[in-house]
């Protein structure tokens, strides 16, 4: 079992800067794949970033491609998403999630792969 909580979500202005924690419970996060997702008012939860349980291999969508980047900590339990230049329409809470298995193929895109999930943490970008 995997507890995961967010952190750093705010208001900021466009163009500005926000950097997301999620926080995992439990000795085995090294071996989890993570994902973060986000879901605006009215819409779906989309993917937007994801890595390996290494850190050596990150897949980002391609609406963020560039302006986010996703890290990991294993010796801290933590996965990050720094989150630069931002844009009204990155509005939206921001989820994390974790997959005990690694990724085959492009199911690091699919919420359906993920095992785990967090409670999100509101980001909101005023134009």
């Known amino acids: 079992q995997v507890q995961l909580v967010e952190s750093g979500g705010g208001l900021v202005q466009a163009g500005g800067s926000l950097r997301l924690s999620c926080a995992a419970s439990?000795?085995?996060?090294?071996?989890?794949?993570m994902g973060w997702f986000r879901q605006a008012p009215g819409k779906e939860r989309e993917f937007v970033t994801a890595?390996?349980?290494?850190?050596?291999?990150?897949y980002y969508a391609d609406s963020v491609k560039g302006r986010f980047t996703i890290s990991r900590d294993n010796a801290k339990n933590t996965v990050y998403l720094q989150m630069s230049s931002l844009r009204p329409e990155d509005t939206a809470i921001y989820y994390c999630?974790?997959?005990?298995?690694?990724?085959?193929?492009?199911?690091?895109?699919?919420?359906?792969?993920?095992?785990?999930w967090g409670q999100g943490t509101q980001v909101t970008v005023s134009s």
């Open positions: 890595i390996n349980w290494s850190g050596g291999s990150s």
């Open positions: 999630a974790a997959r005990n298995t690694i990724y085959t193929g492009t199911n690091y895109k699919m919420k359906a792969a993920y095992d785990y």
């Open positions: 439990g000795r085995t996060f090294s071996s989890y794949a």
